[in-house]
């Protein structure tokens, strides 16, 4: 499935602020993930497989490093739990890094919203105006994320311009 996407990414301190403040506005709450994000060696863009008790997929995305609101082109396929598609990967293309996260997940409309506690790197939230039916633009996807960085009264300071991956292999 192509999708498309915008999306930002902030450090933030006080999770359950934001958190109560997206609460105001009634967003259907999915629940909460463990989600262990396996990064593959590849020649372009990222390949991750996902594995959590609510989401399992394997995505391949291009997303520049840069901080605010910024576009991803994504291929996702959904699959069911098999690790056999783990060790596949880890064999060919072999593990560049691995990401360890609890996320907390929140739609409203076609906006997603995840709250981070990423192992080794500290609190996060993520806004991703998503697109996988052709209903909107890229401008409109990018009103979307604009809208909820004023809503939640963020600042430059708060954005980050890489991935959780990128974050975790600096520190090593």
Partial sequence: MNIKNFEFKAKIDEIEKYEN???TLNP???????????????QYGRLKLREGNIENAL???DRE?????????????KHEPNIALKEILTKQLGVKIIVDKKR??????????????????????????????????IEELKEQCD?????????????????YSDLIMELT
């Avoid at 409309?109 to 996988?132: C, P, Q, R, S, Y």
């Avoid at 960085?149 to 300071?157: I, K, V």
């Fill in 104 to 137: 907390k997940i929140y739609f409203i409309d076609n906006v997603k919203f995840h709250f981070d506690i990423v192992e080794n790197l500290g609190t996060f939230m993520e806004v991703e105006a998503i697109d996988n039916k052709e209903e909107f633009t």
């Fill in 65 to 77: 490093n840069v901080s605010g609101s910024k576009e991803s082109q994504i291929i996702l396929y």
């Fill in 147 to 163: 809208k909820y960085f004023s809503f939640f009264e963020l600042t430059q300071n708060n954005l980050i311009d890489k991935s």
């Fill in 28 to 42: 259907k709450f999915q629940g909460l993930d463990h989600q262990i994000d396996t990064y593959f060696n590849v």
């Fill in 59 to 61: 995505i391949n995305y």
């Fill in 21 to 23: 403040k997206l609460l």
